[in-house]
């Protein structure tokens, strides 16, 4: 088997490849475009640890990639196509990243490449796809030509921002981007730190944007068992987000500092994704599974291994979460679920002994739309129809940043 590896932007050596380790995971997925994504993460992953961690990046390496090609006659024909390219966009850059958001990329690699991740029914409005890794942890989305380019516009001043608020931020957590090339398709891919619990279940979930023009989820999402709502649903079912004033205090300010910044950098469009954990609800859904039998708590890891509610195989090494503390109901490790809140113990008027028992999982997504040519024109088109003054979603990043907090504030009490 050869391999040709480029490990930067200007230079091309061709060296033997041995993957004599390979054999202990065997990248079992659906289809092989998943299989090349776990095993060209586990390749970079290890090929980063012989590297040096630097005192301090350099220009270059936010220019910088590892590709490799390979042609596979022999090594594990039974999951990996026979020819694929696996490319890894400014290596040094998403590690720095990751040990800024504190994720070790020993997790980080075991939760990608030791089973197969997990399709989602979510898809936005540009057709992108969902995966989450099996254990929950992470999520992958397939993204365009065009976001790698922003991501590439963006991504010094990205660093710079998560360097200075020491990774404490509402923005999505970019942990790696590449690009797959199987059966001479390209396809691009991000992985991001998962805005929910890996372990609390989410009843409702809500995409705002502080818009209410055609901000509603529509019939064919309604009817999914866990759908995506929009702002105008959010509004019309009269939910709150009670986190109480302290914790308002301190979200508003982290939303305020992280939209300020995507303003500067003439970005928009992004939302807000909440999703909501009713505990007395799980308490239930927990009691009627244990009532049942263990059979429907446990999922089969791909490898035969049943995975239970933490998502993780007993021998997986180096994982966190192989050691899970003991939680009680709408618990949770603040280190793992960073976007988690806790409500606010409020009394509900017709059940006076019973507080709403939620936590909420808050941040936001969609950060690589710029506010060019594109978005211009929509604007114009969409003041003519709607009128000038008419709450439209695409409006200039100062206008939206605007809108986009003055929406969050009066929702969250």
């Not at 040990?99 to 991740?117: G, H, L």
């Not at 003519?384 to 439209?392: D, P, T």
Request: glycine share 4%; aromatic share 10%; hydrophobic share 35%.
């Amino acid at each position: 088997m050869a391999a040709n590896c480029t490990t930067s932007a200007s230079k091309t050596k061709t060296k033997k490849k041995h993957f004599v380790a390979q054999k202990v995971k065997l990248f079992r997925a659906s289809e092989p475009l998943l299989s090349v994504l776990m095993w060209g993460v586990n390749h970079t992953i290890n090929e980063l640890s012989h590297v040096q961690i630097p005192v301090m990046l350099m220009p270059d390496d936010f220019k910088a990639y590892s590709k490799i090609k390979v042609d596979n006659h022999l090594f594990n024909k039974e999951n990996l196509p026979s020819r694929f390219k696996f490319k890894e966009y400014c290596p040094m850059v998403f590690r720095n990243l990751r040990e800024r958001f504190s994720i070790d990329d020993q997790d980080y690699q075991n939760s990608v490449t030791r089973s197969a991740p997990l399709n989602s029914d979510a898809q936005n409005r540009m057709g992108a796809r969902f995966l989450t890794t099996y254990d929950k942890r992470f999520v992958i989305k397939t993204i365009t030509s065009e976001d790698v380019a922003e991501m590439h516009n963006i991504l010094k001043k990205y660093h710079q921002y998560i360097v200075e608020c020491h990774g404490n931020t509402l923005l999505p957590q970019f942990l790696g981007m590449y690009r797959l090339t199987v059966d001479g398709v390209e396809t691009y891919m991000t992985v991001t730190r998962n805005v929910f619990s890996h372990r609390l279940s989410v009843h409702r979930k809500y995409d705002l944007k502080g818009s209410t023009v055609s901000r509603e989820a529509s019939g064919k999402e309604k009817a999914k068992e866990l759908p995506t709502l929009k702002d105008n649903d959010f509004l019309n079912e009269g939910q709150r987000i009670q986190i109480g004033d302290e914790n308002k205090k301190m979200f508003l300010d982290k939303l305020k500092r992280d939209v300020e910044f995507l303003a500067q950098l003439k970005i928009m469009d992004y939302s807000l994704l909440v999703g909501i954990h009713d505990v007395d609800r799980a308490e239930q859904e927990e009691m009627e599974v244990e009532e049942k039998g263990d059979e429907e708590d446990c999922e089969n890891d791909g490898m035969g291994h049943p995975v239970g509610s933490y998502g993780t195989p007993p021998d997986s090494p180096g994982n966190m979460l192989n050691f899970p503390r003991i939680f009680g109901p709408g618990e949770f490790d603040p280190t793992v679920d960073v976007y988690a809140i806790k409500s606010h113990d409020i009394i509900l008027a017709d059940f006076p002994d019973a507080p709403r028992k939620e936590v909420f999982f808050m941040a936001i997504i969609d950060i690589l739309t710029h506010y060019d040519a594109k978005k211009k024109a929509a604007h114009a088109a969409k003041t003519v129809k709607h009128g000038a003054g008419a709450e439209i979603s695409t409006v200039n990043p100062e206008q939206y940043s605007k809108r986009f907090l003055e929406f969050m504030s009066n929702i969250i009490t």
